[in-house]
């Protein structure tokens, strides 16, 4: 499927730091699908040090051009009435990818991609979490050993100081979009450094 023909869901998790580069990436990947449905979780539209919830609110709205979801209640009908192709979970926590691991269904994403997942569509994921090399890396791996489920290529944003720490690469997040549509992992995976790769 092409990204242009393309329904998207774009849900947002409560990784604040990157919560801008999200952002850019949805307002680069928009314009290029049929249409975005703009989905938060309960934590993600939080007033934090990086900005206000409403202006959060605001701006997925703007740039997508529909109401957020964020209830349970609100995300259920993506799977039986085939609301999406294809969905984003941008970024996505070291928490949301542990329930999505053990088929925990107790937030507006997690039912989102279970809804979405009944209909074998895929899921996307951009992993921002300070435990990506510790805890949360066996959950990132047997999400990406499942069928159905692919990776916005990630790093570690920085080895020194946070040397368990992985971020997804979001100026990637329309290539590995189009990606996953074509039933592919966009590679590599694994990125180096910034400026390495």
């Known amino acids: 499927m092409r990204l242009e023909d393309a329904r998207i869901g774009f849900a947002m998790c409560g990784s604040y730091c990157t919560h801008r580069k999200a952002l850019d990436a949805l307002s680069d990947l928009a314009p290029r699908c049929r249409s975005v449905m703009p989905i938060l979780s309960a934590s993600g539209g939080q007033d934090t040090r990086f900005g206000t919830a409403d202006a959060l609110r605001r701006e997925l709205e703007t740039v997508c051009g529909e109401s957020v979801r964020d209830t349970i209640t609100a995300t259920e009908p993506i799977g039986p009435k085939g609301l999406l192709d294809l969905l984003i979970i941008a970024p996505c926590t070291g928490n949301t990818m542990g329930k999505l691991a053990a088929g925990i269904t107790d937030t507006a994403i997690t039912m989102a991609a279970k809804a979405h997942l009944r209909n074998g569509r895929p899921v996307l994921i951009a992993p921002s979490t300070n435990d990506g090399l510790?805890?949360?890396?066996r959950n990132l791996g047997d999400l990406l050993s499942r069928k159905g489920?692919?990776?916005?290529?990630?790093?570690?944003?920085?080895?020194?100081g946070k040397p368990a720490s992985l971020v997804a690469d979001m100026a990637q997040v329309t290539a590995a979009a189009q990606a996953a549509l074509e039933?592919?992992?966009?590679?590599p995976l694994l990125l180096g450094n910034e400026g390495e790769n």
């Open 183 to 187: 039933g592919r992992q966009l590679q």
């Open 149 to 160: 489920y692919y990776c916005v290529p990630f790093r570690q944003d920085d080895p020194v």
């Open 134 to 137: 510790s805890v949360s890396l």
